[in-house]
């Protein structure tokens, strides 16, 4: 039977731990306050790898299909340096960059496409859709247009996040008030003026917002195009060349590489928009 | 027409471009091949020539609507080359991701409006887990779906529409439950009101409209994963399958009609949650 663990011990010690940090977190939560909130959600995940790992030794699962996460860990400390050249392959060139290039161009373009009422209405509704659809796939066709090496990596990632940042930038732009904008015009500002000083600050939540979903595209976007063709480097070309040889510690390992990066972009994202946007109602906790 | 003028603009102007480009990016394929036969180009051959390649940069959108329609209309549809029935196994990983994740996020929302630890300790990896790239997670969830020996391909694909499905489902019932006022819910006290009751009388009805527009997010997250569940999975079938067959044996135009062909979908897909959206309204009795 496959239900019956072979060392019944790792999964009773494991269920208990996770047990006793599940109560120490409905001690915690029922508190509330600052630490609490920190202290929580690092309960909980530390709760859910002890039980991996307790599944996985009571059960001797083969490391062919799952490593435990000690494993994983101690395979992440072995491949330290190639971790950091596909990261810097995939995340730094290839995402990053597309990632400036996209938002850039999406924020040039909604200002230039706000002075049009024309285009904004024909651009928003144009530019919903495609927001929608799954752009994923014209990653073959930038894959064969710019090459294997990080530039179509990048032109995917500009793709991916260049509308949904102008359709937010686009509302953004029209966020500040009839008043504020009228009391501009009393002071004689100009349209630059009027544009710098009122309406982009006035933009900057909904510019963030749009941000941070592309923020998660960008690194979805850059691995991706990996599967259709890369150099022998990068995060997703390691991926799929190591579940086809079964190293499933190397996956999961970059697995961790992405879900770190992917957490630390958005959190950099977060944290630069506490900051621009401190006025704002929903940065007031 | 003033809201539909615009847009028509705009959708000419991309199409009169993109008729640029593909004249563009073609050119050198035909002043290669009028160098070899040593003959040169005059303008009008230069357009013939960069409309009607079999293997372009970019298509024309011209030959990409007559590769759609062939796809879908040229062939029986239970034909592997038919984008009808390639469709039709990317729609069905699509919907059931789509309910997968729809039962999860609520199951998940209602969970966190009860209890407030769930909150504090799933909310943040609830975040975090979609920070993570799922192109990175889908290998390893074919490989873990197939050791527990479900043959089935479309179970992972809709698992990993799941996972790009439910978080929006999730924000927003979170959200939806929240969103009675104080007022309310004392009203519903007075009437001593128990909380299954709460739930079912004030905390759903008022979640509807927050449900709905997260569902529109969510199908359009489950198609992109149910596609993307394709390409690493080595599919076979499906819209994905197919970009990744047209990208390895170079065929652009299998590439292009099987991308618009997922675009339609969306759109379809898009619409009719739409049109289940105004259909519940009315029946729950408000302003459809």
Do not use: C
């Not at chain 1, 073959?140 to 294997?148: C, S």
């Not at chain 1, 793709?159 to 732009?173: C, S, T, Y």
């Not at chain 2, 990409?64 to 062939?70: N, S």
């Not at chain 2, 489950?222 to 990208?247: D, F, K, N």
């Amino acid at each position: 039977m496959i239900w019956v663990p072979a060392h019944p011990g790792w999964l009773m010690a494991a269920v208990a731990v996770w047990l006793a940090l599940w109560g120490l977190n409905i001690g915690f939560a029922g508190q509330g306050g600052r630490a609490a909130r920190a202290v929580v959600p690092v309960l909980f995940g530390m709760a859910l790898l002890v039980l991996w790992e307790g599944v996985v030794r009571a059960y001797e699962v083969s490391s062919v299909i799952l490593p435990a996460p000690s494993a994983i860990a101690v395979r992440i400390s072995q491949v330290l340096p190639m971790l950091w050249g596909d990261f810097v392959q995939t995340v730094i060139k290839g995402a990053v960059t597309g990632y400036l290039i996209g938002a850039g161009a999406a924020v040039a373009v909604s200002v230039l496409i706000d002075r049009s009422p024309f285009l904004k209405a024909g651009l928003l509704p144009v530019g919903n859709f495609v927001a929608a659809l799954p752009i994923i796939g014209i990653a073959p066709i930038l894959v064969a247009w710019f090459g294997f090496d990080w530039h179509s990596k990048a032109a995917v990632v500009v793709v991916m996040v260049f509308f949904p940042v102008l359709v937010n930038m686009v509302a953004g732009l029209a966020a500040s008030e009839r008043m504020q904008r009228d009391l501009m015009a009393t002071w004689g500002a100009s349209y630059w003026q009027a544009l710098f000083k009122l309406r982009l600050p006035a933009a900057l939540p909904f510019l963030f917002n749009g941000l941070k979903i592309a923020s998660t595209l960008a690194l979805i976007g850059a691995i991706v195009a990996e599967f259709f063709g890369s150099p022998t480097v990068g995060m997703g070309f390691r991926i799929s060349t190591e579940v086809g040889r079964l190293g499933m510690d190397i996956v999961w390992a970059e697995i961790a590489v992405a879900a770190l990066a992917g957490s630390a972009f958005y959190g950099l994202i977060a944290v630069i928009e506490r900051w621009m946007t401190f006025w704002h109602p929903s940065q007031r906790v | 027409m003033t809201r539909f003028g615009p847009v028509l603009a705009v959708v000419g102007l991309i199409v009169a471009l993109w008729y640029a480009a593909a004249v563009w990016m073609n050119a050198p394929w035909v002043y290669d091949q009028a160098a070899r036969a040593n003959q040169k180009v005059e303008f009008g051959q230069l357009l013939a020539g960069t409309m009607a390649q079999s293997r372009p940069v970019l298509p024309a959108p011209h030959q990409v609507a007559a590769e759609l329609w062939k796809g879908v209309a040229g062939q029986s549809v239970t034909s592997k080359r038919s984008l009808v029935y390639h469709g039709y196994v990317t729609l069905q990983a699509t919907l059931y991701g789509f309910v997968l994740g729809i039962g999860f996020g609520v199951a998940l929302a209602m969970a966190i409006v009860r209890w407030r630890v769930m909150e504090a300790s799933v909310m943040p990896w609830a975040i975090i887990s979609q920070t993570i790239p799922i192109v990175a997670l889908a290998p390893m969830i074919v490989v873990l779906t197939n050791a527990m020996g479900i043959e089935d391909r479309m179970v992972p694909k809709a698992i990993i529409s799941a996972y790009l499905s439910f978080f929006p489902v999730l924000v927003g019932m979170v959200k939806g439950l929240r969103s009675p006022d104080q007022m309310q819910i004392d009203q519903l006290l007075t009437w001593h009101a128990s909380s299954a009751q709460m739930f079912w009388k004030l905390r759903l009805p008022a979640s509807m409209a927050f449900f709905f527009a997260s569902l529109k997010v969510a199908i359009a997250a489950s198609l992109v994963g149910a596609i993307v569940g394709e390409l690493p999975t080595g599919a076979i079938e499906g819209l994905g399958a197919r970009m990744l067959i047209g990208s390895q044996f170079g065929e652009p135009l299998i590439m292009w009609a099987a991308l618009f062909a997922a675009a339609l979908l969306a759109g379809g897909l898009i619409v009719l949650v739409g049109w289940i959206e105004r259909l519940a309204k009315r029946r729950m009795g408000g302003a459809a």
